[in-house]
């Protein structure tokens, strides 16, 4: 990092430690570094957007999601790794690519059948919610399934907290 090299050999080696230890932020750090020049130089190459431009983005960022999938697997705790997939997920969208949020929620959903009470998971659920346009009553439903499976699960009945107060809006979003 300090040599400033942004290239495939410094992914690779963030790769190595981040399979030792999903929770190095610092790697995770240069490699939003490495990956953000990627994605800098695919919007300059295709400025006017669309299909080249989502591409480009999704070949930059291709195998980061699968990465992070594993690193989530080790740790579904760690801040660091949240961060990251948010920061992925939104140059995806940012990109044009709205798929990705159908299967963020899938990968939530799986996540929360193995810890229902992963705090991590609930919060990054909300913010790809929002981002997908999901209603309150989406999210309420499908707390409601969780807190009937588990009375006692705090982080459901916490995240549905989160947006009570906006039943009857169209998207939790605000719109």
């Not at 230890?21 to 190459?45: C, D, H, M, Q």
């Not at 080790?74 to 044009?96: D, F, I, S, T």
Request: charged content about 25%; hydrophobic content about 40%; some cysteine.
């Amino acid at each position: 990092k300090k040599e400033k090299l942004h290239d495939q050999d410094s992914l690779a080696l963030c790769v190595k430690a981040l399979e030792a230890n999903p929770e190095f932020y610092t790697a995770w750090n240069f490699r939003r570094e490495i990956l953000g020049k990627s994605v800098a130089a695919a919007k300059a190459k295709f400025p006017e957007g669309g299909a080249p431009l989502q591409e480009a983005v999704s070949s930059a960022l291709a195998g980061e999601l699968t990465l992070l999938e594993h690193a989530i697997g080790m740790n579904p705790k760690a801040y660091c790794l949240w961060v990251h997939r948010e920061w992925v997920v939104g140059q995806m969208l940012a990109a044009g690519d709205d798929k990705v949020l159908a299967s963020e929620l899938a990968l939530c959903d799986k996540l929360l059948q193995a810890d229902e009470r992963n705090f991590h998971c609930w919060g990054y659920r909300l913010s790809v919610a929002r981002k997908a346009g999901r209603t309150p009553e989406e999210e309420l439903a499908y707390t409601s399934g969780k807190i009937d499976r588990n009375f006692s699960n705090y982080s459901a009945w916490h995240y549905r907290s989160r947006f009570l107060h906006q039943a009857g809006k169209q998207s939790l979003s605000g719109e």
